[in-house]
């Protein structure tokens, strides 16, 4: 498809140059520049771009010059970290009864040694029209989301959303009451050496049955079932995708036991045991994380009491070696925490690989905690909104052009 566009563009550009106006004759614009030109504009003007030509629309849309504008769009550690906060639950899909969510920005210098810092809306940022979503999975400037039972993903940069077709099975979850206890579960990931994004969708039935769907992200995707034959378990999270792998943190009716690790090219799944006493019995509270570009669990459950918290990291992927650090926190900065009523709750990870911690749903006043792991730093961050949140999800870095379709 690049190659096409690029031999485009040199035809259109050589019969350009063929125009003279007086003795003067346009030069030609090497394609590599062209792209490189685009992939620094803002994604509006990219938007309008696209009416030009068939040409332009069909540069804009290449998946070449999306992963271009990606790379060159990632945020520096001193550009604002964004973060969406729903302060509404919605039961049975009540549109009527939704409380808008908002999309919160925050600006930290790398030199700042303040200890208290402000979220303030982000009024240029419009999320999904739809509010109160549920499920929440961000990947390379995506957003993966459930709505009243169906599964869309949306592009905040390009205001594009698509619905995913429904996986057809016969344990579906339906709101047919909690005894059968059936759920769907969402998870995105991304391939790079293919550069191809896919959705996993696990359907659980209580402990009876559980079945693993793939979907790719492409023209004519489809939902295709991946065998699976280990004992049922329900899936805990939003789960991470690194290098290929997306990570989901598991639950065996009795603790949680395992992380199932999908890679995205073979579509193959395993599943690694959680080291011995790696997970206390608050182990719902416990953050399953990404650090230094590995999966992570970081208990904190004990920092009120004690001040110290635990990192088990994932060292080698696939081989399910795990490796243990310990944190004590400053003696200075117990007061953030002694006074919490209630269990905290990992949110994700920030810039510089911050623990983002906040209090149980709508729990006031609002605000969040940030646990720098590498300088075994906590501040603490104020939401401006009276109300209290129900959902916090940090966004990465990225920002996508990519175009959606099936």
Not at 52 to 64: A, H, N, Q
Not at 150 to 179: D, H, M, W
Not at 311 to 332: H, I, Y
Request: aromatic letters at 12%; charged letters at 20%.
């Amino acid at each position: 498809m690049v190659k096409y566009l690029s031999i485009q563009w040199k035809k259109r550009s050589s019969s350009k140059a063929m125009m003279r106006r007086g003795d003067f004759v346009a030069p030609e614009i090497p394609f590599d520049l062209v792209m490189e030109i685009l992939s620094r504009l803002p994604a509006k003007s990219l938007m309008r771009f696209r009416c030009v030509s068939k040409l332009w629309s069909g540069l804009i849309r290449s998946r070449y010059l999306s992963n271009l504008y990606l790379t060159n769009k990632v945020s520096s550690s001193g550009e604002p970290l964004f973060l969406y906060i729903s302060y509404n639950f919605v039961p049975h899909c009540k549109l009527d009864s939704m409380d808008p969510s908002q999309l919160l920005s925050l600006t930290v210098s790398p030199a700042s040694d303040s200890a208290e810092l402000s979220l303030e809306p982000d009024s240029d940022f419009r999320l999904m029209e739809t509010m109160g979503v549920q499920g929440m999975v961000i990947l390379r400037g995506l957003i993966l989301y459930t709505f009243c039972g169906k599964a869309y993903i949306y592009n905040p940069t390009t205001r594009q959303s698509l619905n995913l077709p429904a996986v057809n099975t016969n344990i579906f979850a339906q709101q047919e009451g909690f005894q059968r206890y059936k759920r769907v579960c969402y998870f995105f990931g991304h391939d790079p050496v293919l550069d191809q994004y896919k959705i996993v969708c696990n359907v659980f039935e209580r402990w009876t049955s559980s079945e693993f769907w793939v979907f790719v992200l492409e023209p004519g995707g489809f939902w295709k079932r991946i065998e699976y034959d280990d004992q049922p378990r329900t899936l805990f999270g939003q789960g991470l995708c690194i290098n290929g792998v997306i990570y989901c943190w598991a639950f065996n009716q009795i603790c949680f036991d395992a992380v199932y690790c999908f890679d995205v090219r073979s579509e193959k799944l395993r599943v690694i045991k959680t080291p011995p006493h790696a997970v206390s019995e608050y182990g719902q509270l416990v953050g399953f994380i990404e650090h230094g570009g590995k999966p992570a669990l970081f208990d904190h459950t004990r920092i009120k009491e004690t001040g110290v918290s635990e990192l088990w990291v994932l060292e080698d992927g696939l081989g399910g070696t795990w490796s243990r650090k310990s944190f004590v926190l400053k003696p200075c900065q117990r007061h953030l925490v002694r006074d919490i009523n209630m269990g905290l709750m990992v949110h994700g990870t920030g810039q510089n690989n911050e623990v983002i911690l906040g209090l149980g749903l709508f729990s006031r006043p609002c605000y969040l905690l940030y646990y720098d792991l590498i300088k075994n730093d906590l501040r603490k961050v104020n939401i401006n909104r009276e109300k209290p949140y129900q959902f916090v999800k940090a966004m990465d870095k990225y920002e996508s052009i990519m175009h959606l379709e099936t």
